[in-house]
């Protein structure tokens, strides 16, 4: 009511939750420097993202300051570089590495083993194997409005799909080369391709001419090469 005043108000606190494991690699070696994430689960099956943590070079993580709890367990092993060949021709096909995985080695979100948390409780030994694969070459080609190729800029690989909307947004980029070439390795799964090159000489503000952008969407399996065409146009403008 107005002008009452209560007493005595009491909130109760607990100390979050946590967990901690291990990460490993196909062969038993623990893995340094992967991101882990804690996806909690809601009653409704969706999951966002609680708590992250990076591995220590023991492949070891803990995640604190949990709530209580169904969680999926995350890992994103580092991302290689891309890189070219001294020889344009000569197409390297990439060797078998590690996949980002879920608890305890799946590949897909839908395939994960979710862990509860209760109050207070730091959950242990929840150890996870990556899963191995040979990811994806993917080659192409950026060509502007007027169907000339792109001299520069770069590519960023987005992922798209269910595992987006959890933590897992990025596969990856690399730079466009003389002849509107690129190349880069992907991981199996759904990807938007964005091209982004700059037409401006000099330093000053972007106008609306002076940055172009293209997307294409793929779909990525495992190994071989695939071959993509962007072509490049100019940006919306809101005013």
Not at 106 to 117: G, I
């Amino acid at each position: 009511h107005d002008g009452q005043v209560v007493e005595n108000f009491t909130i109760p606190l607990f100390h979050g939750g946590a967990i901690s494991g291990r990460v490993f690699d196909a062969h038993g070696d623990p893995v340094d420097m992967a991101q882990v994430r804690a996806l909690r689960v809601s009653r409704g099956g969706r999951s966002t993202m609680a708590g992250q943590m990076q591995s220590n070079d023991l492949g070891e993580f803990r995640i604190p300051r949990l709530q209580p709890g169904r969680y999926i367990i995350q890992v994103r092993p580092q991302v290689p570089q891309s890189f070219f060949s001294p020889d344009p021709s000569v197409i390297e096909l990439p060797l078998a590495q590690p996949l980002p995985t879920y608890y305890p080695s799946a590949l897909a979100l839908s395939q994960a083993t979710p862990v509860t948390v209760n109050r207070g409780e730091t959950l242990t030994g929840i150890d996870l194997t990556l899963a191995e694969g040979t990811p994806t070459l993917v080659t192409g080609t950026v060509l502007r409005p007027d169907g000339q190729p792109a001299g520069n800029g770069s590519i960023t690989a987005r992922v798209i799909g269910s595992e987006a909307n959890v933590g897992f947004d990025s596969g990856g980029g690399t730079g466009i080369r003389p002849g509107g070439e690129f190349r880069l390795t992907l991981p199996p799964g759904e990807y938007a391709l964005e091209a982004q090159l700059s037409t401006r000489q000099g330093p000053g503000p972007y106008g609306p001419d002076d940055q172009l952008f293209g997307t294409t969407r793929i779909s990525v399996g495992g190994g071989g090469v695939e071959n993509v065409t962007i072509t490049v146009g100019r940006g919306a403008t809101a005013s």
